[in-house]
């Protein structure tokens, strides 16, 4: 990487911070697609997909770039359905690194080596693969697709082998429910071995159409806490910030989780362009980036009294938004030692 380059990343970094510190939105999830080659239960994005014609073009994303820089400096996740579905998914990372930190999230049937690459050149931060169980007869019966579990650790594999800083900027995402949260300890060491990260998040199952997954499909049960603790220490690779894991509890027996910043600090956009609060309230539509500038939608958000009480979900969006925007110094100690991609 050159030295330009770094100075690029480090300045885009301290733009970040800086909009946090002034309390300016600073994340946001983008649904490039709800298409997906997968059919995983716990998901109700690929039942809802549209035709690729319906879908934000690439002048879109290149549009919604631009009008977030007018906002501040984001951190961009790039999600799906299944991203590498677009054929321009490069040109669209590239679109947001210009002003922006993104981050991609994928099942890795479609990565090679050439698209690694690729994505790591236009500017890529950080990439998440999805792998919940730690061995593939569960994966894939979970995921709806013989060989997905073959296919997304060698995803993991190219990615790290293509990234600018190796595998600091690769990391397995599993989802934490009932079925799944055995196999965690076994999982951060198969990430560990790759020479990865690793990121967990709680199942939502009382979002939008949450209601409709299977009763297989549900959270972990309480208490879980002090077990996901344990794991966040014993696995240093594990890219979660302690507060995360320590609230597990709280959210599970229906506690009091803190005020929520949807809507103010993050907001999502969905694939054809439908700005909510929150991925777990797209049916919320507050504006579509096709009709208005995103400046005006995202105006109308702040202070919504339905979305600040909510205590709907415990997902990683919503721990990253909460340790950033009121977690004071330890949260900032874990960002900086745990959370970096350099």
């Known amino acids: 990487m050159g030295v330009l380059t770094t100075l690029r990343e480090v300045r885009k970094e301290a733009a970040f911070a800086l909009g946090i510190a002034r309390r300016r939105p600073f994340q946001v999830l983008v649904q490039v697609t709800n298409r997906c080659n997968m059919r995983c239960s716990f998901c109700d994005f690929w039942p809802n997909g549209v035709a690729r014609s319906q879908e ?3 002048s879109d994303f290149q549009r919604v770039a631009r009008e ?3 906002l501040g400096t984001f951190l961009v996740s790039i999600e799906g359905g299944e ?3 677009r054929p321009d998914l490069v040109e669209i990372v590239r679109a947001f690194a210009a002003h922006h930190v993104p981050l991609l999230y994928t099942n890795g ?8 690459r690729a994505l790591f050149a236009a500017g890529l931060v950080q990439v998440g693969v999805s792998i919940d169980f730690p061995d593939a007869a569960r994966q894939d019966a979970k995921r709806g697709l013989d060989g997905g579990f073959e296919r997304a650790w060698r995803a993991v594999e190219l990615l790290r082998d293509a990234a600018p800083h190796g595998g600091r900027q690769v990391h397995v995402m599993s989802v934490v429910m009932q079925e799944t949260v055995d196999g965690l300890d076994e999982l951060c060491q198969m ?3 790759r020479g990865v990260n690793h990121a967990i998040t709680l199942l939502s199952t009382k979002g939008f159409r949450r209601g409709s997954l299977p009763m297989v499909d549900q959270p972990p049960l309480a208490p879980v806490s002090a077990r996901l603790r344990e794991l966040w220490r014993r696995h240093p690779h594990l890219r979660t910030f302690r507060d995360y894991v320590e609230r597990a509890d709280d959210y599970l027996t229906g506690g009091a989780l803190p005020r929520c910043r949807a809507g103010e600090a993050s907001f999502n956009i969905d694939h054809v362009g439908n700005v ?3 991925i777990e309230k797209i049916d919320m539509q507050m504006g579509n ?4 500038p995103l400046a005006d939608i995202v105006a109308r958000m702040r202070g919504l009294d339905a979305v600040a009480k909510c205590q709907d979900c415990w997902t990683i969006c919503r721990g990253f938004t909460q340790a950033m925007d009121g977690g004071g110094a330890a949260a900032w100690l874990d960002l900086a030692q745990r959370m970096r991609s350099r």
Do not use: H, K, N, Q
């Open 56 to 58: 934000l073009d690439l």
């Open 68 to 70: 977030l820089s007018g």
């Open 83 to 85: 991203p590498t579905l």
């Open 109 to 116: 049937w479609y990565i090679d080596a050439a698209l690694a």
């Open 191 to 193: 990430s560990a071995a």
């Open 276 to 278: 909510s609060p929150c």
């Open 289 to 292: 980036v096709r009709r208005e």
